[in-house]
């Protein structure tokens, strides 16, 4: 199993740009609705969007040199690499 790193501030507009296939959790400063996208990311992820409370608002997979924004606000995104077997 993979570890989640967590990113807060800057590092959150980074995301998963030119990195290798890793979890992160991207924490903003408040809850809203804004979008994300995988331009620079070469490998498809599950995009779970959560509100303040962590609940689950919204879940998009990702592609290579995708745009999207999420249906509702959110606080959090969890991006999660999708695995070679298919499994994720």
């Not at 303040?52 to 606080?75: E, G, H, L, N, T």
Request: charged letters at 30%; a positive charge; hydrophobic letters at 40%.
């Amino acid at each position: 199993m993979k570890q989640l790193e967590v990113y807060k501030g800057i590092k959150t507009l980074r995301g998963l740009m030119f990195s290798k296939k890793k979890n992160i959790l991207l924490c903003l400063p408040k809850e809203k609705r804004v979008s994300i996208h995988s331009f620079f990311v070469f490998f498809p992820f599950y995009a779970v969007f959560l509100d303040s409370q962590k609940k689950v608002v919204d879940i998009k997979k990702m592609w290579p040199f995708m745009y999207y924004k999420s249906k509702k606000p959110f606080k959090y995104v969890l991006e999660i690499a999708k695995s070679k077997n298919g499994k994720r």
